[in-house]
């Protein structure tokens, strides 16, 4: 998958976890506000939001590699699900 098919799928994901609409997710840029700017993205809603980064990017996200950052921005998550892919 190239980084174009991991955008569409992360949209797909925050759209499908956190009920958010279609216009809503595909106005989503680098610099969008996720965790403390989404009142949907709350604490219990991440990890439902991790689960299905791992089952539709199959990829494995470890405990660790969660902090405040990767979640802070849409650009951030993006960038850890891209590298996650190509590791």
Do not use: C, H, W
Not at 16 to 26: F, N, R, S
Not at 75 to 82: H, Q, S, V
């Amino acid at each position: 998958m190239s980084s174009n098919d991991t955008d569409t799928v992360l949209r797909a994901i925050l759209r499908d976890v956190l009920g958010l609409g279609d216009e809503q997710v595909a106005g989503f840029d680098g610099d969008t506000g996720l965790f403390g700017s989404l009142p949907e993205l709350d604490s219990m809603a991440v990890a439902g939001l991790l689960t299905e980064m791992e089952d539709r990017l199959d990829i494995v996200i470890e405990d660790d590699e969660v902090d405040g950052e990767l979640l802070e921005t849409y650009g951030n998550l993006l960038a850890f699900a891209e590298a996650k892919r190509a590791a």
